[in-house]
Structure formats: structure tokens, C-alpha cells
């Protein structure tokens, strides 16, 4: 059974920081992709950043220079830094993953039909 567990949400002032966590169980995580999106309350849900089973990685245009997806194969585990947080990055956060062996490209990536299981979500606000 596919589990993706988020952490590492909070609340933090405009300019600071927060690094997110997504711990993968029940399949192998190694062999998928894997992507970060967030929502907020009523507004569709919108692709941040990816990163294949090969390690390469897109962002959405409002986060690149600003957030870093990367991945430990060796713990399971995704991670998202950002930096220089805005108010306008506020929404709750959530990890994906998909079966590499479909092969997309481009900024599909960052679409959230293309993608199989879903975390619960760890919330992030940025008071200005």
C-alpha cells in the first residue's frame, strides 16, 4: 500500500525558510517520479516542482531561483527547500508520485492528472 507521509510545514515571516519532507512507504521509490504541488481554498490544485527517478527536476515559473526539490533514495524520502518565501507561496503542500515507466516531459510534469498517489498535506503560511 502506497503511503506518502508530508512534514515540515509551519508558519514563517516573508524572507525565511522552511524545508518540507515526504516519507514514501509500500512501493518502490527508487522507480517513480515524484512531485510537489499545493492548493489553496478554492483554487485548483497547482504543480511546484518535480523530480524523475533519474534526479532531474522543473518548477513552476513562481518558485524557480526560490525552491529546491530533491530526493534521498536511500531513506525514501523527498524533500522541498524553500527560500525567500512569499505570502503568495501560503497553501497547503502536497507530495505525489507517479510510475516512471510512463514517460512525460516538459512542464506536464507539474500536472497533477498525471500523477497516481497522494500524501494528506502539510500546511505552509507566509505572514507578510
Known amino acids: 500500500q502506497v503511503q506518502l507521509v508530508e512534514s515540515g510545514g509551519g508558519s514563517v515571516q516573508a524572507g525565511g525558510s522552511l524545508r518540507l519532507s515526504c516519507a514514501a512507504s509500500?512501493?518502490?521509490?527508487?522507480?517513480?517520479?515524484m512531485g510537489w504541488f499545493r492548493q489553496v481554498p478554492h483554487k485548483a490544485r497547482e504543480g511546484v516542482a518535480a523530480?524523475?527517478?533519474?534526479?532531474?527536476?522543473s518548477y513552476a515559473d513562481s518558485v524557480k531561483g526560490r525552491f529546491t526539490i530533491s530526493r534521498d533514495n536511500a531513506k525514501n524520502t523527498l524533500y522541498l527547500q524553500m527560500n525567500s518565501l512569499k505570502p503568495e507561496d501560503t497553501a497547503m503542500y502536497y507530495c505525489?508520485?507517479?510510475?516512471?515507466?510512463?514517460?512525460?516531459?516538459?512542464?506536464?510534469?507539474?500536472?497533477?492528472?498525471?500523477?497516481?498517489?497522494w500524501g494528506q498535506g502539510t500546511q505552509v503560511t507566509v505572514s507578510s
Open positions: 505525489a508520485t507517479r510510475s516512471s515507466a510512463r514517460k512525460i516531459y516538459g512542464l506536464a510534469k507539474l500536472l497533477e492528472e498525471v500523477y497516481q498517489y
Open positions: 509500500g512501493y518502490s521509490y527508487r522507480s517513480y517520479d
Open positions: 523530480i524523475d527517478s533519474d534526479g532531474s527536476t
